[in-house]
């Protein structure tokens, strides 16, 4: 389901406000996977060139193997926008953001 083989390393593109590990991979501007290794709080993915395009979120659960839609806020923020979240709990998560189908 996730195009892992050809993501990209972009640490720059997400950011926590809370002491918690994040860090992102992605294919810009078509699929963002981020991994959030231990603690609870928000996080911002940043969609450099983003026009307002729509993006579906979904969490993974590493411990039980099932995915789940996020919830999620999205806005204009620089040169991009940046897809806002809050990790379900206190374990390892990975949040996968990819662009709409038919969206250019």
């Known amino acids: 389901e996730v195009s892992w083989w050809a993501l990209e390393p972009h640490p720059e593109w997400v950011s926590t406000p809370v002491a918690m590990s994040a860090y992102c991979a992605a294919?810009?501007?078509r699929e963002y996977l981020v991994y959030v290794a231990g603690g609870q709080g928000p996080l911002a993915v940043f969609i450099a060139g983003s026009e307002g395009e729509?993006?579906?979120?979904?969490?993974?659960?590493?411990?039980?193997?099932?995915?789940?839609?996020?919830?999620?806020?999205?806005?204009?923020?620089?040169?991009?926008?940046?897809?806002?979240?809050?990790?379900?709990?206190?374990?390892?998560?990975?949040l996968l953001l990819r662009r709409a189908e038919g969206s250019s």
Do not use: I, Q
């Open 27 to 29: 294919l810009p501007r």
């Open 54 to 94: 729509p993006y579906a979120g979904r969490w993974f659960n590493p411990r039980s193997g099932r995915w789940r839609d996020a919830e999620g806020a999205y806005a204009p923020y620089g040169s991009g926008w940046l897809w806002h979240a809050v990790t379900p709990d206190e374990a390892d998560w990975a």
